[in-house]
């Protein structure tokens, strides 16, 4: 899949969509209108970094800084995924 997300774009999550830690579930999840989307640990790791301040770049390289080696084109892929459910929005950073 080839991303049409910018690197400098800045995600932030979507209108109504919240990320909270599921107790019962032991995990991070996104909470909106009727909807639960559980997460795994690089998906909780994505979303705690848009903030609606940092770019795609920025969360690559935070990524990166953490967890060593990050294939940059799967991280743009998830964030075009979720911004395609409309669970982020990216605005354009430039």
Do not use: F
Request: proline fraction near 3%; hydrophobic fraction near 35%.
């Amino acid at each position: 899949m080839t991303s049409s997300i910018s690197t400098t774009g800045v995600p932030r999550l979507g209108r109504g969509v919240k990320l909270r830690y599921d107790r019962s579930r032991e995990r991070h999840v996104l909470l909106m209108p009727e909807t639960v989307v559980v997460l795994n640990a690089t998906g909780t790791a994505i979303l705690q970094l848009c903030d609606g301040e940092r770019t795609v770049a920025d969360i690559v390289e935070a990524l990166r800084e953490q967890y060593g080696d990050v294939p940059e084109g799967q991280v743009h892929a998830y964030l075009a995924k979720l911004a395609e459910r409309r669970h982020l929005e990216i605005t354009d950073g430039d």
